[in-house]
């Protein structure tokens, strides 16, 4: 067991493979691969990206942009040329899949021009699709602010591009505003995805 928890790969591996097998006991046990069935797979894609983004969003802002101050600077380095890079790869395309499976989510529920209208073309007399598009509007500034802001600052304040100390200093300010701006928008967005779906079901 130890040999297989040693290797992150194996480890992801396996838990998919173990998914993959109660989504097969879902299937068995429901009969029918209809949209329904595809609801609950998109879902499940929809939270999983989901974690890994905001996950990440919070490790930025709670963990690592606090703490960079008290590092001393030969250490710096480890963080802003290994840790940072990485974290930054999987947040960004985690946030590209959470915002894809949500659209697809919205579209095969059947409410994704409601949503987008946050309610207009129903006359704003459904709440369920006025406050899941408030979300998904939500949701959709922070992924645009990942890979238009956060992403591009970030690679010329880690030095993935070549940039003088100052245009570096000013790359870094950006890239933590709008990780902030994401912060503050992260709270209200998970109250609409959250409370919608037991609200409203």
């Given at each position: 067991?130890?040999?297989?928890?040693?290797?992150?790969?194996?480890?992801?591996?396996?838990?998919?493979?173990?998914?993959?097998?109660?989504?097969?006991?879902?299937?068995?046990?429901?009969?029918?691969?209809?949209a329904?069935?595809?609801?609950?797979?998109?879902?499940?894609?929809?939270?999983?990206?989901?974690?890994?983004?905001?996950?990440?969003?919070?490790?930025?802002?709670?963990?690592?942009?606090?703490?960079?101050?008290?590092?001393?600077?030969?250490?710096?380095?480890g963080?802003?040329?290994?840790?940072?890079?990485?974290?930054?790869?999987?947040?960004?395309?985690?946030?590209?899949?959470?915002?894809?499976?949500?659209?697809?989510?919205?579209?095969?529920?059947?409410?994704?021009?409601?949503?987008?209208?946050?309610?207009?073309?129903?006359?704003?007399k459904?709440?369920?699709?006025?406050?899941?598009?408030?979300?998904?509007?939500?949701?959709?500034?922070?992924?645009?602010?990942?890979?238009?802001?956060?992403?591009?600052?970030?690679?010329?304040?880690?030095?993935?591009?070549?940039?003088?100390?100052?245009?570096?200093?000013?790359?870094?300010?950006?890239?933590?505003?709008f990780?902030?701006?994401?912060?503050?928008?992260?709270?209200?967005?998970?109250?609409?995805?959250?409370?919608?779906?037991?609200?409203?079901?």
């Amino acid at each position: 067991m130890a040999g297989l928890l040693a290797n992150l790969r194996n480890t992801v591996i396996v838990s998919f493979v173990l998914a993959l097998i109660i989504i097969a006991g879902y299937f068995m046990h429901y009969g029918s691969a209809d949209a329904i069935f595809w609801q609950a797979v998109f879902r499940w894609l929809h939270v999983l990206a989901g974690i890994m983004w905001i996950g990440l969003l919070y490790y930025f802002n709670f963990v690592q942009i606090p703490t960079m101050p008290k590092i001393p600077a030969e250490l710096k380095p480890g963080v802003s040329k290994f840790i940072a890079p990485e974290a930054l790869f999987w947040f960004r395309w985690a946030a590209l899949v959470t915002w894809v499976m949500g659209i697809i989510l919205a579209f095969d529920r059947g409410y994704l021009l409601q949503a987008i209208t946050l309610g207009a073309t129903e006359g704003f007399k459904v709440p369920q699709h006025s406050f899941i598009g408030l979300g998904m509007w939500l949701a959709t500034i922070m992924f645009f602010n990942v890979w238009a802001f956060i992403w591009p600052a970030q690679k010329i304040a880690l030095g993935l591009v070549e940039a003088d100390a100052d245009a570096k200093a000013a790359a870094a300010r950006k890239a933590m505003l709008f990780s902030r701006t994401n912060t503050l928008l992260s709270i209200p967005m998970l109250v609409t995805m959250t409370m919608n779906q037991t609200i409203f079901g």
